[in-house]
């Protein structure tokens, strides 16, 4: 498994919304929020679904991306679970325009 430098940081936050690959369902990109932080670790949560689906991984996997990763590399990103798709894509536009603006590219490169 890749190790990271030892100067690595955790420089994610509470919170912070990302585009990930569902570990259980590869081909599936989804809507992510991190909702804990343990060293380089981060506590995924599926967007719209129970906690009992969140998940561990380190804060440099290549499973994760900033939000608008999708839209920019042409890759479906599935709704949170009862939102519908029309209101979600729209919404989502909006978010991925703005956080385009404001987000730290420096936490998605090793």
């Not at 590869?26 to 969140?54: I, M, N, Q, W």
């Amino acid at each position: 498994m890749f190790q990271p430098p030892h100067t690595y940081k955790n420089e994610f936050t509470v919170g912070m919304k990302l585009e990930g690959i569902d570990p259980l369902h590869p081909s599936s990109y989804c809507v992510l929020t991190v909702a804990e932080l343990k060293g380089l670790r981060l506590r995924l949560h599926f967007d719209g679904y129970s906690e009992v689906y969140d998940f561990w991984t380190y804060c440099y996997s290549d499973q994760i991306f900033p939000v608008g990763w999708c839209a920019e590399n042409k890759k479906s990103l599935l709704p949170p679970k009862g939102e519908a798709v029309f209101y979600f894509m729209i919404s989502y536009i909006y978010i991925s325009v703005w956080m385009h603006n404001f987000q730290n590219s420096n936490l998605f490169k090793i």
